[in-house]
């Protein structure tokens, strides 16, 4: 009887393997920096400053500049800066960046923001002239603090912004605010930039 069970849970843990290398595999995951679902004649990229819609004048070029820089960190593209010179060539859309009260507190104080920004992505090869990808309405959001009082000085995302805390008790609410949206809009660029780049390569 002892036996028949351990034969039965080996079968089990067979089947559970063969069911998840199934699953992996349908579904297209991979480590990022091993492999690539791009074709694989594809070397060089050419990133276009992006068609800006939203309100805030100069965020195509920044958020060209992170991208351009997530690509060549990673180092499966090399990054070209003539479209001449590129197998492939990146446009989008900014459609917005907004940000909205997510938290206030018995006053009606704001404690929290939310800024989102979001964007339509287009690989197309340059020649012959074809689209590979599409990468439509692409969101990525960041909170940020609405006053003193609602500042975590040990959260990892104030330690990575531009203020610390000796700056905090010094600043009005709005001044905060001001200088949170700042850090917070880097963020969303370098965020939006690792996104891009991971749906870039496994192309979903």
């Given at each position: 009887m002892e036996q028949s069970f351990r034969l039965v849970g080996r079968h089990l843990v067979c089947l559970v393997g063969l069911?998840?290398?199934l699953v992996g595999?349908?579904?297209g995951y991979h480590?990022?920096?091993e492999s690539s679902i791009l074709p694989k004649d594809v070397r060089t990229i050419y990133v276009?400053?992006?068609i800006n819609r939203s309100r805030d004048v100069g965020l195509e070029r920044e958020l060209a500049s992170a991208l351009r820089s997530e690509i060549y960190r990673k180092g499966q593209l090399r990054v070209t800066d003539?479209?001449?010179q590129a197998d492939v060539i990146l446009v989008g859309v900014i459609h917005s960046l907004e940000s909205a009260v997510v938290s206030v507190n018995r006053k009606d104080e704001v404690l929290q923001y939310e800024s989102a920004m979001t964007v339509d992505v287009t690989l197309r090869r340059r020649e012959p002239d074809e689209i590979i990808w599409r990468g439509p309405g692409i969101r990525v959001t960041d909170l940020y603090a609405g006053s003193r009082a609602a500042v975590v000085a040990s959260s990892s995302g104030f330690r990575s912004g531009t203020l610390n805390a000796a700056d905090v008790r010094r600043m009005t609410d709005i001044q905060l605010t001001e200088g949170q949206n700042r850090d917070s809009r880097d963020r969303l660029m370098e965020r939006l930039a690792r996104e891009l780049h991971q749906r870039l390569m496994e192309m979903f």
């Open positions: 069911i998840g290398l595999g349908g579904c480590f990022i920096g276009e400053p992006f003539q479209a001449e």
